[in-house]
């Protein structure tokens, strides 16, 4: 009975092709954008791992499992003979939405039976702050933390968390790294286009002598992401795993979210710091984290690295510290620890994603792991058009508008229902975008 129970991954995938076929092309659109290819989730990214066997990109009829080959023709929209691009990220979701619920987890069509249909502006802030933290709960939230101009509007857990507890931000950690390098190019140890290999001087006589700083907070350096290699406990050192990798794309050319870039970021700050005795985490921790009373664990690799795409355990209420300091443009009572021009420069869109600045995630929607939608989430569902963020698998979020003078986090354990653009829809208009 245990092994008849036992559903593989490579069974839910055909399961999922199979039963969705029928209502396929209700949820997608038919026309199709060939002047801009659509940004893969990681949904769709782990679909080709998993399926795409010459490695081009796409998936062919025949790399399909058995069971879905019949329905090949109801994703393949344009008749290309592929499941590409916006295509794939579709399938992507819809494989998704068809596994089975986790024990105890809500799923998207949970939400609108747990939501109300009426819910009470709050007459101080003008928010719906029942309706948010409904909606935070609904999609597997565990805290939620509502600053608006310093003053703490809501501070709520949920789903049977412990407040007290350090929660894991996964790729919520990346954003201390765009931080870092800002406070390094003030004390006069790096600059945003510098090359790497000024650095770390292996990388001169190939195509990684062209990366610079920028590309590698931006993602667009062209280093493979290597996630099984540099999220698992097999490579030791991290830090020298990345740096022997060499370019997969041209640098400057490709977003591609991952690990291996932040890892390489990391030997750079650590070769910089060294005559300091410093490395990234402790570099951060006297330039910010202490002055700002923060308490956090920040993890270590096989070989004392510090973690750099990850590695963060922090609680909300420590983890809305750093996102005020960030709100108030760097600035710490009457103290400027950071010139506000240099951690805004954090926030300008990447030439090769615009959803993406150095390290954090501008406006738009992100998946569980941070990784672009490839959509720009709208003014008109409440989103505050400034709207800075740092994202994390587990849809962790650390949300930041000054125009608003928003600091919100959001520490989940969730995996496809939570949704940027629908979350401050609730909290600004109290109903679904």
Known sequence: MQGFMVITEVAMVRLAFSLLALSWLSLVATAQDTAKPAELTEGAKSLLERLDADKDGKL???????????????????????????????????????????KGKN????????????????????????????????????????????????????????????????????????IVAALMVEDGLMKWDELACETLTEWKGDAREKI??????????????EQDALQGPATKDKYAYAVALKCKHEPGRKFEYGPAQFYAFGEIVKRKLKDKNEDIKSYFMRKVGEPLGMKLTWRTDAANNPHVPHGVFITANEWAKFGEW???????????????????????????????????????GADEDGESEGKVATTEAGVPKDLVYAAGKGKQRLMISREAGLTIVRLAKDTNTFETDQFFSWLTRGKKA
């Open 326 to 364: 960030v709100r108030l443009g760097g600035k710490l009572g009457d103290k400027q620890l950071l010139k506000q021009e240099l951690l805004d420069e954090c926030f300008k869109p990447g030439k090769a994603n615009r959803n993406y600045g150095l390290t954090w995630w501008l406006g738009g």
């Open 212 to 225: 610079t700083i920028r590309m590698l907070l931006s993602l667009c350096a062209g280093l493979p992401p």
């Open 60 to 102: 062919s009829e025949n790399e399909l499992p058995e069971r879905a080959r019949a329905s090949f023709k109801n994703f393949d929209q344009n008749g290309d003979g592929f499941i590409a691009g916006d295509e794939l990220n579709k399938a992507a979701e819809a494989v998704a939405n068809a596994q089975p619920r986790e």
């Open 107 to 178: 799923t998207k069509r949970d939400i609108g039976k747990l939501m109300k249909s009426d819910y009470r502006r709050d007459e101080q802030s003008g928010l719906f702050l029942q309706a948010a933290r409904d909606y935070n709960a609904a999609t597997n939230g565990e805290a939620l933390l509502i600053l608006k101009d310093g003053k703490v509007l809501l501070d709520v857990t949920d789903n049977g968390y412990d407040a007290k507890r350090e929660h894991e931000l996964a790729s919520g950690t990346k954003s201390f790294s765009g």
